[in-house]
């Protein structure tokens, strides 16, 4: 394995050395959580858990993240970059990685987290595991078992809302589980002014989800009809079924920015196919991600957040269909409470792919702020990234006004723009 000591702060430290065989690194945005997983992941190829010798070596590990660009170009890239000089060859097609010593490494993303069933490891490191759904954790822990021996896993994340994370680590208490937690201001490589314009982000409860690493648990949300059992599908649908492409843009840069490309069916059912989500991406790169998505999807129309006319200039540049999206927010957060609605043939108006999983995790996070009079009139302005990009898409795909009794082929879409 590679000889160069492990460089680690304290938190990382004390998640590496931890023995246990269910081990989580809860922590703020940049705390190092990627950073301390793929190091337990460097260690466990060679063998070694809480510093002892403990799997037989050659041994198989898998690394997952929540969508397959996640596991590209994050936690891979993370890995290798730690441990090149241990990585004997990366199989590209293959996503797996062959150690100097023999074992094997797979990456994988959990979108289709069916087919991880078929696999046999000693252990596994889940990146950014509050984003997987909770089918994620049972299957995978019924997959540790190489060599007939139980094997060990690692999450490591951000926490979004109390979700089944919470209650295997944090609400039944157990000797095999064992969780460490980080704020993101105690890991001392990160970048200064990037801690600060995160701290000048936040504020409550975010600040506390997204900076301290707490679970917190949101409530007065606003689209409580939201249920990931029967909204979230998993495979990708036939892409003729699908009478036009549309995609909705919210703005971001220290926030996250967002791109949802929505296809609209025969019965004007929508369902998001790709979520882009991601912080720092400048107006240049947003633009030619976009240019992807449109080659990949044939997007007729972008529905972008109007506080920007400079960027929907950008996109038009480059020949994209770009408008400004209609911000009325309570009707338009009306309009995607009736496409939630399950409709008479069982699916509900609007479906989402397991490979959205920022979009997903925010439904548990969109909440009424409370004004002076105690009233909830208006949303607070925090985690609604993707949620304001559904809205343009969705108002923006089929028009304000619609359907009412939630009955097929009901929706009256004015195809306002
Ligand atoms: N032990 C370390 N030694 C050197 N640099 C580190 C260490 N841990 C983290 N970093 C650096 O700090 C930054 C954040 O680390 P990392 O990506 O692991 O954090 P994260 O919590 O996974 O972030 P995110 O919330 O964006 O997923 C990276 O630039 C990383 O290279
Ligand atoms: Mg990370």
Known sequence: MDKRPLQLHKKQLEFVLSNNRFTSFIGGIGSGKSHAGCAKAGLASGGIIGGQQVIPVPNLGVITAPTYANVRDVTLRTFQEMFAPAIRKFHKAEMRAEMINGSEILFRSVENYEVLRGINVSWWFGDEAALYHEDVWKIMIGRLRQFGRSGYAWLTTTPKGRNWLWREFVAKQRDAYRMIKARTTQ????????????????????????????????????????????????????????????????????????VLVVGVDGDDNLWVLHEEYARKRRIEEWTAVAADLHQTYKISE??????????????????????????????????????????????????????????????????????????????????????????YAVVGALGMTGVQRGGIGASTGSYIG
Not at 193 to 210: H, K, N, P, R
Request: proline share 6%; hydrophobic share 35%; net charge negative.
């Open 187 to 258: 890991n001392p490589y990160l970048d200064r002014d990037y801690v600060e314009s995160l701290i000048e982000a936040y504020s409550g409860d975010f600040a506390a989800q997204e900076l301290d690493g707490d679970f917190i648990s949101f409530e007065g949300l606003i689209y409580p009809e939201f249920d990931y059992g029967t909204h979230v599908f998993q495979e990708m649908p036939e892409r003729r079924r699908f009478k036009r492409v549309v995609a909705g843009v919210d703005w971001g840069f220290v926030n996250p920015g967002v």
């Open 302 to 391: 972008f529905f972008c957040d109007p506080s920007d006319p400079d960027n929907i200039k950008h996109f038009k540049q480059a020949g994209l269909n770009a408008k400004q999206a209609n911000n009325s927010v309570l009707a338009g957060i009306q309009r995607v409470r009736q496409q939630l609605v399950v409709r008479e043939n069982g699916r509900p108006g609007l479906n989402f792919r397991n490979g959205s999983p920022n979009l997903i995790a925010e439904f548990s996070e969109y909440q009424w702020a409370s004004n002076r009079d105690g009233l909830r009139d208006e949303p607070r302005k925090a985690q609604d990234h993707a949620m304001d990009a559904l809205r």
